[in-house]
Antibody
Framework: QVQLVQSGAEVKKPGASVKVSCKASGYTFTGYYMHWVRQAPGQGLEWMGWINPNSGGTNYAQKFQGWVTMTRDTSISTAYMELSRLRSDDTAVYYC???????????????WGQGTLVTVSS | EIVLTQSPATLSLSPGERATLSCRASQSVSSYLAWYQQKPGQAPRLLIYDASNRATGIPARFSGSGSGTDFTLTISSLEPEDFAVYYCQQRSNWLTFGQGTKLEIK
């Protein structure tokens, strides 16, 4: 069965960076684009960008360009999202989410990680 | 960026009633719209894709309709487990989510 398992909660100081991992299992990792979505406490969903696990190509939402880096390690079927220069309003649950159709970058999400809470506080 | 506006922000209904949730796009997204359900402490769950197709395992009481800029999610007869927050998402031009509709027990 498909599973996306994310790394544990993080507490960071303003200005620091955070790297969240998302380990995939139960399917061919390189066949499905992986996206990242965040959700601030009590707020809605905000799309951050995607990575093509096959090529390593990325596409980031304009808001996050220059600030987020998405990578992957195909040998361990894991995607990563690194956010730099953290501010207090980056406090959120960060999700990885797999698209529901092979080889399509812009699609819907059928499997999600459990979420990683990143807290930014001095 | 395509903005999705959901209404109402909160919907108070009783089990057994019919729920109608709306999602309006700032420009046409054709039929490239999905609906998700999110319960507290959980990741979103895909309900409907391409406006009217139920995702795998989704009960028939959930249905979606619409195209262009106006979309509706209908839950024909509410079950206790349906009370949650619902989001729409478009994939026509980049990817954006609506701000959500909270469906609460009256």
């Amino acid at each position: 069965q498909v599973q996306l398992v994310q790394s544990g909660a993080e507490v960071k100081k303003p200005g620091a960076s955070v790297k969240v991992s998302c380990k995939a299992s139960g399917y061919t990792f390189t066949g499905y684009y992986m996206h990242w979505v965040r959700q601030a406490p009590g707020q809605g969903l905000e799309w951050m960008g995607w990575i093509n696990p096959n090529s390593g190509g990325t596409n980031y939402a304009q808001k996050f360009q220059g600030w987020v880096t998405m990578t992957r390690d195909t040998s361990i079927s894991t995607a990563y999202m690194e956010l730099s220069r953290l501010r207090s309003d980056d406090t959120a649950v960060y999700y990885c989410a797999r698209v529901a159709q092979r080889f399509l970058e812009w699609y819907y999400f059928d499997y999600w990680g459990q979420g990683t809470l990143v807290t930014v506080s001095s | 960026e395509i903005v999705l506006t959901q209404s109402p922000a909160t919907l108070s209904l009783s089990p057994g009633e019919r729920a109608t949730l709306s999602c309006r796009a700032s420009q046409s997204v054709s039929s490239y719209l999905a609906w998700y359900q999110q319960k507290p402490g959980q990741a979103p769950r895909l309900l409907i894709y391409d406006a009217s197709n139920r995702a795998t395992g989704i009960p028939a009481r959930f249905s979606g309709s619409g195209s262009g800029t106006d979309f509706t999610l209908t839950i024909s007869s509410l079950e206790p487990e349906d009370f949650a927050v619902y989001y729409c998402q478009q994939r026509s031009n980049w990817l954006t989510f609506g701000q959500g509709t909270k469906l609460e027990i009256k």
